[in-house]
């Protein structure tokens, strides 16, 4: 039988994940608003520059 000591823990370790998810999404959300920003503001850097190289094949990027 659980408890209430057990389901008070409970209780706290769900508001503790919720706190740490709602973070976690202040995060993220504010990173994808840094890169729409970064994406406008380089529009058309990128539309200059968006032909590939010639000869071009690979990344230069280990993954």
Do not use: V
């Not at 729409?36 to 520059?49: I, Q, V």
């Amino acid at each position: 039988m659980i408890s209430k000591n057990q389901f008070a823990a409970f209780e706290f370790m769900c508001r503790e994940r919720a706190a740490l998810a709602r973070k976690d999404m202040e995060y993220w959300l504010a990173e994808a608003q840094e890169w729409k920003e970064l994406s406008n503001s380089t529009a058309s850097l990128l539309d200059a520059n968006s032909a590939p190289a010639t000869g071009f094949t690979e990344s230069p990027y280990q993954y």
